[in-house]
């Protein structure tokens, strides 16, 4: 079985601050690693994915993955209200016939 | 980015009524999925398909079908549709045919209600 775990939150933040979101990840399979936004009610929308270990930057945001303890986390700096949402992390394995699979997600709440 | 369209956006219908939520993507991606969530749940897949006359189910049961008859539809039935079927249901489709580089683009949704 498959688990992506995610607190679910809620995270708080100041505007301003940098907001850390955590996934851990069960299947050592799994080589790329996918952080969605959702806003209340509506889809999720792709931020950004990652597939080697380090850190991927773009823009305010940056993924960072670490194979070996099986962790990816998001990091968004200089935090805004706009940021509020749930962020979800996804895995899948190196295989076209996978499927993705999603956590619970982290909501996260950027106060002015 | 794919451009994917999902019609209704909004339905309310009686129990026993049958249904189908159209999903339709301009970027002929060969795969295509449907996932259910309720208000501040999880997402589950439901179904999803990786072309033409394929189809399979996800690891949510769910009394849902569909079809893939076009590559660029994908819709979803439910013959008898019953309150516990009232969720909102989102349609993804992906770009790359194989691997694990294979990003995944959401639909607006359609939120289903059934009294």
């Known amino acids: 079985q498959k688990e992506v775990e995610q607190n679910s939150g809620p995270l708080s933040v100041p505007e301003g601050a940098i907001a850390s979101l955590n996934c851990t990840y069960s299947?050592?399979?799994?080589?790329?690693f996918f952080w969605y936004r959702q806003y209340s009610g509506k889809s999720p929308e792709l931020i950004m994915f990652?597939?080697?270990?380090g850190d991927k930057e773009d823009g305010r945001f940056t993924a960072q993955l670490n194979k070996a303890s099986q962790y990816v986390s998001l990091l968004i700096r200089d935090s805004q209200p706009s940021d509020s949402a749930t962020y979800l992390c996804?895995?899948?394995?190196?295989?076209?016939?996978?499927?993705?699979?999603f956590g619970k997600g982290t909501m996260l709440l950027v106060s002015p | 980015e794919a451009d994917i369209y999902q019609t209704p956006r909004y339905l309310v219908i009686g129990t026993g009524k049958k249904i189908t939520l159209e999903c339709s993507q301009t970027?002929?991606?060969?795969?295509m999925y449907w996932y259910q969530q309720d208000p501040g749940m999880e997402l589950h897949l439901i179904h999803y398909?990786?072309?033409?006359?394929?189809?399979e189910k996800g690891d949510l049961s769910s009394e849902s079908t569909v079809s893939r008859i076009r590559t660029e539809h994908f819709p979803l039935t439910l013959e008898s549709a019953r309150p516990s079927h009232t969720s909102q249901y989102l349609c993804?489709?992906?770009?790359?045919?194989?691997?694990?580089?294979?990003?995944?683009?959401f639909g607006p949704g359609t939120r289903l209600l059934v009294l």
């Open positions: 996804a895995v899948k394995e190196n295989s076209g016939y996978s499927t993705l699979t």
């Open positions: 398909s990786y072309g033409v006359n394929s189809t």
């Open positions: 299947d050592r399979g799994s080589q790329s």
């Open positions: 990652i597939y080697s270990n």
């Open positions: 970027m002929g991606h060969d795969k």
């Open positions: 993804a489709s992906s770009e790359s045919p194989s691997g694990a580089l294979e990003t995944q683009y």
